[in-house]
C-alpha cells in the first residue's frame, strides 16, 4: 500500500470531487436555521423605515444643545411626547424638544436625542439639557442598518440566529435554501452487532454508524444508518448501490479499509465507480487504511472507506468527510471547526516523522493559559474521544514535540 501524505491525499481527492451544485428548496424561517442560503436575499424596504431613538431620552435639535455643560445648560421647550408604535405626529422648531422613548420615532426636525439622565426638568414645560449633541447622536437613521435595494444575506450563507433575525427583519417568512445532502452510514464487519443486542463470544456493538451519524448530523446533513453488513463482497456491494440509489449524496463505510484477505471496502469502492478507488492508504495516525472514492453518477457521488476503530472513524471523518459534506452542501470545503487553540503541551508527545499523527487531548488550565494534556489509549477506545477535548496535530516529518512546547489543538466542536 503506497501511503499518501495527507495533504497529498486531499489534493488528489479535491481534483477529482465535482462541483457541487445541490439542488434547493424553500423552508419557513423558523426551520432555516443551520441551512444554506440558496440566493440572495435583497431588502424591498429600509430598515428601519425611520428615524429611531436608540436610548431614552429627548429629542432635539442638536445645534440647540451646542455648549451645553451643567454649568450653563441649554433651556428647551417640551411640545409633547413620542408614543412607542406610532408616528411622531410633533415638528420641533428652535429651542423646542419632546420625550421620546428606546425606539420611538423622531419628530420632524429632530436630528440626535439627549439621554434622559442628562436633561433636567425645570417645569412640566420647560428642560435644562447638560450634555450637548451631534447631528446622529443616539439615533438610528432611515436604512441605517439595511438598505431597500441592498444584499441583506448573500447566496451560500450558513444561515444563524442573527441572520435569521435579519431576514425577519425585511419580512421573510421563507427562504429558499439549498437541500440538505444524504449521507448513508454503514458498518461492516462480521463480528458488529446492534446495539441493543447482548454481545456473544468475539462480538461487538457497532459504535461507529452511531458516532459518525451524530457527525453527520452536526454537520448539517442527513444521516442515514443503513445497518450492519457482514463482511462480504456482494453483500456489501448491494448496500452501497442501493444506498446511493435515490437522493443518496454519499456514502461512508466503517471496518474493512485494510488489505486483509475478508476486506472487501476498497474493491466494493473501485467496483461502483468509475472513477471508484482515488486514494487508498494515508500516512496519518490514526487511520492508515483510509479510503477515498468516488461512484459513477451525474455529479460522481463520494464514498469513503474508514478504519473501524471507532477513535479512527472519527478522526479520519473530521479530516476527510466533513469537508466534502460541506461541499455538498454548498459551503467551503474546510471543517467548520472554531479556531485553534494555542496552548503549552503538560507532557511529551513521541511520534513517528513518517506520519501526520493526531493526538487527542484534553484541554485544562494551566499556569500561562490552556494546557494540552495527552490522552492514552489506543485507535480502539472510543472512551479517549469522550475525554478529550480535541486534537494535537504532529505533522509528518516532526518526532514529536517536547513538555512546555506551544502547540495548536483542533478543538471538537460542541
Known amino acids: ?55 431614552d431620552g429627548y429629542a432635539v435639535r442638536a445645534a440647540d444643545t451646542f455648549g451645553a455643560s451643567e454649568s450653563l445648560p441649554a433651556l428647551l421647550t417640551v411640545i409633547g411626547d413620542v408614543r412607542m408604535g406610532a408616528a411622531a405626529g410633533l ?45 446622529g447622536d443616539n439615533v438610528l437613521v432611515r436604512g441605517e442598518d439595511m438598505a431597500a435595494g441592498g444584499v441583506v444575506v448573500g447566496k451560500g450563507r450558513l444561515l444563524r440566529a442573527q441572520e435569521v433575525g435579519a431576514l425577519a427583519g425585511i419580512g421573510r417568512t421563507t427562504i429558499e435554501v439549498y437541500r440538505r445532502p444524504t449521507v448513508a452510514v454503514i ?9 441493543e443486542w447482548t454481545p456473544g463470544p468475539g462480538e461487538i456493538r457497532d459504535i461507529n454508524a452511531y458516532a459518525l451519524a451524530a457527525m453527520v448530523e452536526e454537520t448539517g446533513a442527513v444521516p442515514r444508518i443503513v445497518g450492519i453488513i457482514r463482511d462480504d463482497y456482494e453483500a456489501l456491494l448491494a448496500a452501497v448501490r442501493g444506498a446511493l440509489a435515490g437522493t443518496g449524496d454519499a456514502a461512508v463505510i466503517s471496518g474493512g479499509s485494510s488489505v486483509g484477505t475478508r476486506d472487501a471496502t476498497a474493491r466494493v469502492i473501485a467496483a461502483v465507480g468509475p472513477p471508484g478507488v482515488i486514494v487508498h492508504g494515508v500516512a496519518v495516525k490514526p487511520g492508515k487504511p483510509t479510503i477515498l472514492g468516488l461512484a459513477a453518477g451525474d455529479p460522481p457521488r463520494p464514498v469513503f472507506g474508514l478504519p473501524g476503530h471507532p477513535a479512527s472513524a472519527m478522526v479520519i471523518f473530521d479530516l476527510f468527510v466533513r469537508p466534502v459534506i460541506r461541499r455538498l452542501m454548498g459551503l467551503p470545503a474546510d471543517t467548520g471547526r ?6 503549552r503541551l503538560a507532557q511529551n508527545v513521541a511520534s513517528s516523522p513518517a506520519r501526520e499523527e493526531y493526538v487527542r487531548v484534553r484541554l485544562v488550565d494551566g499556569p500561562d493559559g490552556p494546557a494540552a494534556v495527552p490522552v492514552p489509549g489506543k485507535s480502539g477506545l472510543i472512551t479517549t474521544l469522550v475525554q478529550a477535548d480535541g486534537l494535537l496535530r504532529v505533522p509528518l516529518g516532526r518526532q514529536g514535540y517536547q513538555a512546555g512546547d506551544e502547540v495548536e489543538v483542533l478543538p471538537f466542536r460542541r
Open 187 to 195: 458498518s461492516s464487519g462480521d463480528e458488529i452487532i446492534p446495539p
Open 1 to 55: 500500500m503506497k501511503l499518501l501524505s495527507v495533504a497529498e491525499a486531499t489534493g488528489l481527492y479535491a481534483r477529482n470531487l465535482p462541483v457541487f451544485e445541490p439542488p434547493t428548496e424553500t423552508v419557513p424561517l423558523t426551520a432555516s436555521v443551520g441551512r444554506v442560503l440558496a440566493r440572495d436575499v435583497v431588502a424591498e424596504t429600509d430598515v428601519p423605515g425611520f428615524d429611531r431613538s436608540t436610548v
Open 91 to 135: 415638528t420641533l422648531g428652535p429651542g423646542q424638544t419632546a420625550r421620546i422613548p428606546t425606539g420611538g420615532m423622531l419628530p420632524e426636525g429632530a436630528d440626535a436625542v439627549v439621554m434622559l439622565e442628562y436633561v433636567e426638568d425645570l417645569d412640566p414645560t420647560t428642560v435644562a439639557a447638560q450634555r450637548p449633541v451631534a447631528p
Open 338 to 343: 472554531a479556531a485553534v487553540v494555542r496552548a
